[in-house]
């Protein structure tokens, strides 16, 4: 239950919550808004006994560590799971830093089952390392052609487990098409892939998850992961101007039928 927020610049390894005595480290939080000399632990297990879990490390626009390590739940030999970073930084700045989810120095400890990260900003790149869920969310900073993360992953991630939250917010007031792209990087292995099992459909509009794959599949490796929003039915488009690109009455890239549009 530790609580740290930074309010200045530091250096050293700088923790949520440690045990050097077996216990288990769990519900420790940083929040970090500046750039620290250290490496960064929500949880931080030292001894031999003892595992990570339910902590959080929040990172903040300024929030960096010079490409250092940085873990929401570290254990040296037990489990690290359940563990949730939320990277709200809105910049490149952590493009080469890797930031774990759960770490242990035992080869066969957990440090995946449950631990998520959670993107609430746009332009976020970074390695994000041994996480089971990916969650974004759709606030009033994201805005349509944005992209919310970039970077790699050591693992891949079960469709289910890539999430948007806020989207009926989000999409609420589009008049045709609105799309963000939530990552664009490099291949992310997706189990499962089923764009139109998860789609949903609200009157004239659906909104959903997909990716650059055409195909869906057990596996498929993919570059891009989008949320789109479209008018696919009883759409009536009259350009009062000139213009270019492409122009429609409706669409779908959901596996809607497209139909009573002009």
Do not use: C
Request: glycine share 14%; net charge negative.
């Amino acid at each position: 239950n530790g609580n740290v927020a930074t309010t200045t610049s530091g250096t050293g390894d700088l923790y949520g919550g440690t045990s050097t005595l077996g216990n288990t480290t769990n519900h420790n939080t940083v929040t970090l808004s500046h750039t620290w000399g250290g490496n960064i632990y929500g949880g931080y297990t030292q001894s031999t006994t003892g595992d990570s879990n339910y902590n959080t490390l929040v990172l903040n626009p300024n929030g960096n560590n010079g490409n250092r390590y940085m873990y929401a739940g570290w254990s040296n030999q037990g489990n690290a799971t359940h563990n949730t970073v939320v990277l709200n930084t809105g910049t490149t700045a952590l493009a080469a830093t890797e930031i774990y989810g759960g770490f242990s120095n035992n080869s066969s400890a957990d440090v995946i089952t449950g631990n998520t990260l959670k993107v609430t900003s746009k332009s976020n790149s970074t390695q994000f390392k041994n996480f089971e869920k990916l969650e974004f969310e759709l606030n009033s900073g994201i805005a349509s052609g944005d992209t919310m993360l970039g970077g790699d992953s050591n693992v891949g991630f079960d469709w289910s487990n890539i999430t948007v939250s806020k989207a009926d917010e989000w999409r609420s007031g589009a008049t045709g098409t609105k799309r963000v792209t939530l990552y664009a990087g490099n291949p992310l292995t997706i189990r499962n892939y089923d764009p139109v099992a998860t789609r949903h459909v609200d009157g004239d509009f659906e909104y959903g998850l997909l990716t650059d794959v055409a195909n869906s599949g057990a596996s498929v490796t993919a570059n891009r992961i989008y949320f789109d929003v479209n008018k696919f039915q009883n759409g009536n488009v009259a350009p009062t101007t000139s213009g270019a690109g492409p122009l429609y009455g409706g669409t779908s890239t959901l596996g809607n039928t497209t139909h009573h549009n002009t």
